[in-house]
């Protein structure tokens, strides 16, 4: 690490006479494509700038922090500033790459108040991006703040395309909006949400991670890394002056977002920058900013396919719960002992890790908004659901169960209940827990994106750790990265999912051409893919729902969607139907050497190519909104001199996601390097090849 001085120590007498200019600090990323820029105004107030390839990207953006009984954005002056290059790799436990290069130039930006009190910003520019985050040392007279604003802002050059979802403190579960950032406005979401939320209290509150293209064609997304103990970054929208500014979720006394002490630092904000679509999906920003692995040996963590009792109960054929209202069994049961086997059986037959079972402990019966303290028991089966056998079977079988935790967001209850929890698995050979947050937080008063929440993801993160566990959570905070820190953390929901189409009106064709620009940013997403049978009135006729793809575009997602935990969602039963579309589901690897983008819109279309980690295999996804697309793939991603097999699933004649989405035309051809060929994808509707060395 080579470090170079930037200015040496200013005294406390120079402050009232300081002008900006002598403030100023500037640096750039490696290759000189990031510039960030720092200075005080003459009241000490704190301002940066970003710019990009020599362009304005973010203007001049207040920076500070306001607590309780102490103001950290005015009166300050600098005291020093240092500047560093840092160069290094990593090797993630598992990822869409296998090697990740850390490449930056970092600024430490020390400050004082006449009060004494010290706080530092430390900016890291990326070719990439940048990253920034608040950092308060020890220091005599304070050990702890209360937090009550964040002023980061982010100044806009013009009215971008935004793609968003609202500052709900509870949920990320919503459809996307796309529109210009003077257009944000939440009102509609207040209204459709109302049942499930009352909490988008701000009407031009987002979320992080938000996408934005400018006219020019810079790609920015604003994004947030390693958070902790903290409450979850969103932004206010102003609408009129095109800026954002931070809005951290509070702790139950709303006029405290965070309580912390001394030495801090707080989560990075991060912005993202490229010239082009493809540039966000492939940024390790995110990744970078986060903290090394705390597990030191991590070779009990695996990457996984899995199957499950969970489609079954949203399509409404089977049931979480075990007795009716009368108290007696209600005949619908999914998790029994019988259906269960026939899952290990499947999975076992066709090469999957696990099987997920939910509804298999007592507590459902009317479970669902009850906000009570005890809905749950982690360690007490229903009667039809035998785990010894069960747990005995799957280990005969090479089949793991996977555990499911649905908290109803009783978490005071879960945290009680951990360790017996994570025994009793240990006990039946289980290594994989799927934990779900439905309903409003006990402690009464937290919010699911606030501080106390956030820390208790990280505590399940860490202890599952210690129990050799690895986590996937649902309804939690959205990632942030931290997946670096806890590779046990497999993946999260934390965004509409797979299983809104089941009984809602759905995830519009365009939905999973934005989640990677946004949602998965930071850290994969257990989006449950691979539904066949999209038509949900063939489960009732009565019900009118359906799944907004073609069956092509489902198999396109296990490439398209990164997660290094993906579910084959569907029914056994359904799959069998079609074990020649189905064989792409069990080719398809979930750990990855390699990814390269080969096209890219956000919101429009996303075609990726993926070598199988530590295999010469390749597997490409080519998925679209709603409307049709043709690509012509050129596969020089090959190495030169070795022949392949491509099985290349496309769209059927006529698929339409509307009125044709199951037709499903599988073509093998021999490739090489350098060959080029046209796809062609239905409305709605996507492309898989699996492309396998000779
Ligand atoms: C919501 C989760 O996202 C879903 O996967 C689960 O089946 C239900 N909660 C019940 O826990
Ligand atoms: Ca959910």
Redesign the pocket.
């Known amino acids: 690490m080579k470090k170079y001085l930037l200015l040496a120590l200013f005294g406390a007498f120079l402050l009232p006479s300081i002008s900006f200019q002598q403030t100023l600090r500037t640096i750039k990323s490696p290759g000189n494509i990031s510039t960030i820029t720092v200075g005080l105004n003459k009241s000490g107030e704190i301002f940066y700038k970003i710019s990009y390839r020599g362009k304005t990207a973010v203007n001049w953006s207040r920076l500070g922090l306001t607590t309780k009984g102490l103001d950290l954005s005015k009166g300050f002056r600098l005291r020093d500033a240092t500047a560093s290059k840092h160069d290094s790799s990593w090797k993630p436990v598992w990822g869409e790459v296998d090697n990740i290069r850390d490449n930056y130039t970092e600024l430490e930006y020390g400050l004082e108040n006449e009060a004494g009190h010290r706080m530092t910003l430390r900016f890291k520019a990326y070719d990439e991006g940048v990253g920034f985050r608040y950092e308060l040392p020890e220091q005599p007279g304070l050990q702890t703040i209360q937090v009550t604003d964040e002023l980061s802002e982010f100044q806009m050059t013009g009215d971008h395309t935004a793609w968003w979802i609202p500052g709900d403190f509870d949920s990320n579960e919503h459809v996307y909006s796309t529109s210009a950032i003077s257009a944000i406005d939440c009102t509609p979401y207040n209204k459709e949400h109302a049942i499930f939320t009352q909490h988008i209290v701000k009407m031009k509150n987002v979320q992080t991670p938000i996408a934005m293209r400018a006219a020019s064609g810079l790609h920015i997304a604003l994004a947030e890394a390693g958070l902790a103990d903290f409450g979850a970054l969103h932004l206010e929208t102003d609408t009129e002056n095109l800026k954002f500014k931070a809005f951290l979720i509070p702790s139950p006394d709303s006029t405290i977002k965070s309580t912390n002490t001394l030495p801090f630092h707080s989560p990075w904000r991060a912005v993202l920058l490229s010239k082009d679509a493809a540039g966000i999906l492939e940024s390790k920003l995110i990744l970078n900013l986060n903290e090394p692995s705390k597990i030191e040996d991590p070779s009990w963590i695996k990457p996984q396919k899995y199957v499950g009792i969970?489609w079954e109960?949203?399509v409404g054929k089977a049931s979480?719960e075990y007795l009716d209202a009368e108290g007696k069994p209600n005949g619908r049961h999914g998790a029994t002992t019988e259906n269960t086997k026939r899952y290990i059986d499947f999975a076992a037959k066709y090469g999957f890790d696990g099987v997920l079972v939910?509804g298999w402990n007592v507590g459902w019966e009317g479970w669902f908004g009850q906000w009570k303290d005890e809905v749950f028991d982690f360690a007490k089966p229903y009667p039809d659901y035998d785990i010894d056998a069960l747990s005995r079977y799957a280990r005969e079988k090479g089949v793991r169960l996977i555990m499911?935790h649905?908290t109803s967001s009783a978490v005071t209850s879960y945290e009680r209940q951990m360790d017996e929890a994570y025994a009793f698995m240990k006990k039946h050979n289980m290594n994989t827990v799927k934990t779900?947050y439905?309903g409003k937080i006990i402690p009464r008063g937290e919010w699911h994106d606030g501080q106390w929440m956030n820390n208790h993801y990280l505590r399940v993160a860490e202890r599952t750790a210690q129990n050799k566990i690895m986590v996937n959570m649902?309804?939690a905070v959205r990632p942030s990265g931290l997946h670096r820190t806890w590779p046990n953390w497999l993946a999260c929901?934390a965004a509409r999912?797979q299983?809104f189409n089941a009984w809602s009106a759905g995830n519009p064709p365009e939905h999973e051409c934005i989640l990677p620009f946004t949602r998965i940013l930071g850290g994969p997403m257990d989006y449950t893919p691979g539904i066949f049978e999209v038509r949900m009135n063939s489960y009732n006729p009565e019900k009118t729902e359906v799944v907004h793809t073609t069956v092509a575009k489902q198999l396109a997602l296990y490439v398209t969607l990164y997660s290094p935990l993906q579910m084959a969602a569907d029914l056994p039963e359904n799959y069998e139907k079609r074990l020649d579309v189905f064989q792409f589901i069990r080719d398809v690897p979930v750990d990855w050497s390699d990814t390269r983008v080969l096209n890219a819109e956000i919101g429009d279309y996303i075609t990726l190519a993926r070598r199988e980690k530590g295999s010469e295999d390749w597997f490409l996804g080519s998925i679209t909104d709603e409307n049709p697309r043709s690509f012509s793939i050129k596969l020089d991603f090959l190495p030169a001199g070795k022949t392949y097999e491509a099985t290349i699933y496309s769209d059927g004649k006529g698929a339409h996601w509307k009125d044709n989405p199951y037709p499903v035309d599988i073509v093998k051809r021999q490739v090489k390097r350098g060959d080029q060929f046209t796809i062609n994808l239905a409305a709605g509707g996507g492309c898989a090849i699996a492309i396998k060395q000779q």
């Open positions: 969970w109960m949203h979480w939910e499911h649905e779900g439905v649902h309804e929901e999912g299983e």
